[in-house]
């Protein structure tokens, strides 16, 4: 995978994650990411970077809110608490996320990330997302 689309600009996250989004529905999404050289801290120990896991896990979160909001509702990260329990190695990582609460403006989800090798979980996060309804006027 080339670092640089046609271009000759860097490619966006999930692009350079290489994620697939494999499910995305009622509040719930599920995302798969190889884990690939340049997403780890060294060569010799091979381990998923942190801020690659919890980058997983917010693009996770974003597809499972998005699932629930109208045409021109947008939204963003206010908080991420995350706890890292094992680091992710070679293989693949399976970020699963569900909206636990959806108010007026603010929500808040929770998500895994598990290596699916193993099925041993990487890391746990809760989030607060709020979100705009940014309709244009007519």
Do not use: C
């Amino acid at each position: 995978m080339s670092n640089q689309n046609k271009n000759n600009a860097l490619p966006r996250l999930p692009e350079w994650m290489n994620v697939e989004l494999v499910e995305k529905v009622d509040g719930k999404a599920i995302v798969k990411m190889p884990v690939l050289p340049h997403l780890t801290h060294a060569e010799e120990n091979p381990r998923v970077a942190g801020g690659v896991i919890m980058s997983l896990l917010d693009y996770t979160i974003h597809h499972a809110l998005d699932s629930l909001l109208d045409e021109y509702e947008y939204h963003a990260t206010i908080e991420m608490k995350i706890n890292f329990i094992r680091p992710g190695t070679a293989g693949t990582l399976i970020s699963e996320a569900t909206i636990i609460n959806k108010g007026r403006t603010v929500s808040i989800a929770e998500g895994t990330v598990i290596q699916e090798e193993t099925g041993k979980i990487v890391a746990k996060t809760l989030s607060t997302e709020t979100y705009i309804n940014a309709k244009p006027k007519t």
